[in-house]
């Protein structure tokens, strides 16, 4: 059965149910989790994009820990209240997907827990799911929650 779940969250109320449910999962089948969130790194669009770094930059870059350490923090609590072994992790990448994925493969996980938004039509082509993109590119197994 499964040994260590990877939880990733993007914080929205969904991934907290998708977290909850995973716990309770982890729980019944004795398996360790690993919370897991992507501070997302935005990829410069033009050439305007390219300014000097300022002095906003490191106070940005604390904003996103912060906000990283909010999340995983959740996970943790609700664990470690269940009595089940949990590390967290969060990591600067322009790829959400290919982050979770790198992660959850590198990490040893089995098996990964993740909410969807559900996004379909012209929304879900354009905004992308990186629930969706996991499951198209992982060889572990995802447990999806809507």
């Known amino acids: 059965m499964y040994k260590h779940i990877l939880l990733p969250t993007d914080g929205s109320p969904l991934s907290e149910v998708a977290i909850s449910n995973g716990l309770q999962f982890a729980k019944a089948t004795g398996a360790k989790v ?3 969130y992507v ?5 410069p669009e033009s050439f305007e994009d390219y300014a000097p770094v300022d002095a906003k ?3 940005l870059e604390e904003v996103a820990k912060q906000e990283a ?6 996970v943790a ?9 949990c590390e967290t992790y969060s990591m600067r990448h322009a790829s959400p997907h290919q982050a979770i994925i790198t992660f959850a493969t590198q990490g040893g996980c089995d098996l990964i827990i993740m909410a969807s938004h559900g996004r379909k039509g012209i929304t879900g082509e354009l905004v992308g799911s990186v629930t969706s993109r996991v499951i198209t590119n992982c060889k572990i197994p995802v447990l999806v929650y809507r």
């Open 34 to 36: 690993t919370g897991f």
């Open 77 to 85: 609590d609700k664990a470690r209240a269940m009595g089940i072994p």
């Open 39 to 43: 501070m997302v790194e935005h990829q």
């Open 69 to 74: 350490d909010k999340y995983l923090k959740v």
């Open 57 to 59: 930059a490191p106070a």
